[in-house]
Nanobody, 124 residues
Framework: QLQASGGGLVQEGGSLRPSCAVS????????IAWFRQPPGKEREGVSC????????YYADSVKGRFTISRDNAKNTLYLQMNSLKPEDTAVYYC???????????????????WGQGTLVTVSS
């Protein structure tokens, strides 16, 4: 089970750090990712990290501003979001799956376990 939290309302240029608490399995057994769905748009990939943590991916739109990290001791995934822009406004979802391998971890279709989403709103 995945439980996302930490969204909220922030002004442009501000920061947020959503988290995703994982229960039922050890976090380091899975590739895990963040996706987002802006209002009226399709879901898109934001960032993902491999099971071992040695491979990470960032969408071009967030590269240099967002940082994904995992705390295996707390079984929690984080997404540090800095220099937020209005176009970052979206519902952010975390996803994990034991079958996901590095070559497919960018694909939302590869994940079968999803959190409920947390809303991030960036005002201009």
């Amino acid at each position: 089970q995945l439980q996302a939290s930490g969204g909220g309302l922030v002004q442009e240029g501000g920061s947020l750090r959503p988290s995703c608490a994982v229960s039922g399995y050890p976090l380091d057994a899975y590739a895990i990712a963040w996706f987002r769905q802006p209002p009226g748009k399709e879901r898109e990939g934001v960032s993902c990290i491999s099971r071992r943590g040695d491979s990470q991916y960032y969408a071009d739109s967030v590269k240099g501003r967002f940082t994904i990290s995992r705390d295996n001791a707390k079984n929690t995934l984080y997404l540090q979001m800095n220099s937020l822009k209005p176009e970052d406004t979206a519902v952010y979802y975390c996803a994990g799956d034991p079958t996901v391998i590095t070559s497919t971890m960018r694909l939302s279709s590869a994940y079968h376990c999803w959190g409920q989403g947390t809303l991030v709103t960036v005002s201009s």
